[in-house]
């Protein structure tokens, strides 16, 4: 990336107009340039070609695409793809492709690290190093090699998106506006470990699908394994969920890692139906990955089909995720660049 050019991938469509405006250009410059953007997927500002030389002389004194392919890729043998992007500050992230069938789905990260410090995750080991910004969000959706075949999008992977919310937002909005890669909010699922008031502007300003860490329904194991409980408790943030209605187009869910011995008992089963009782939403049950240094361990299949069937019960529409893309570490909680933030090699 040349230093001090500022990207325009991320920038909206008045955005656009109002960069064609200030370098002198017709305003419909600004709308050619987010087909190019968005549509086209250009890699330089001299692929624009139905913008004039001379325009494009100026955009290129001020402005690049903000595009930068992965520098690492890692394949499954499953046939998960991870890959390692740099960001715009120098960093690095990392992000996974998965191909199921006739679905493709794209995790994303939204920070370097992350702040939240769960026990479970490796991301959290490697502590906060910075917001992506909207460009970098993006870039890992322009620049995947897989981009055409993607159907859904999640943000579940480095970082918690409701600290870096204004770049999440606008990200979503490239995704989902006429002028960017029109997508239904349908296909983007956004995760949080329960940050309130961020919710509360999320759900208010995006129709994207909404996933919560729930991990424990009790308070004093919840914050064990996720500090972010001592200030926001899974109750309160549920009792805020419910001042919403989930029972249209968008889908709220909740992610459960079930470790064994821990947080996959009847009584666990029981208490995740009181928390969630006449809520719209779905439970995800998630194979826990084991990390070094955490004594946790993953429950059996008899038991998280234990879990499963007494949730759906009891009305709540419950599913096992299948686990994908653990022999290249690309599985939940397993995302982590601080090897090549400290200049190694992954």
Known sequence: MVANLIPLLGLSLAELKDVAKQLGMPAFTGGQMAKWLYVRHVRSVDDMTDISKANREKLKGLYTIGCMPPVDVQKSKDGTVKYLFPTMSGKFVETVYIPDNDRATLCVSSQVGCKMNCLFCQTGKQG???????????????????RDTLTNIVFMGQGEPMDNLDNVLRATEALTSDWGYAWSPKRITVSSVGVKNKLCRFIEE?????????????????????????????TEVVDMLRNYDFSHQRRLSFEYIVFGGLNDSPMHAREIVKLLNGLDCRINLIRFHQIPGVDLHGADDKRMEALRDYLTGHGIFTTIRASRGQD???????????????????
Not at 130 to 144: A, E, K, M, P
């Open 128 to 146: 906060f190093e910075g917001n992506l910004t909207v460009s970098d969000i993006l870039n890992q959706i322009y620049s995947v090699p897989e």
């Open 206 to 234: 995006s129709d994207c699908h909404l996933a919560i860490s729930l991990h424990s329904p009790i308070h004093e194991q919840r914050a064990m394994l996720m500090p972010a409980e001592k200030a926001m408790p899974i």
């Open 328 to 346: 290249i570490y690309a599985a939940c909680g397993l995302l982590s660049t601080a090897r090549k933030e400290a200049g190694g090699s992954l």
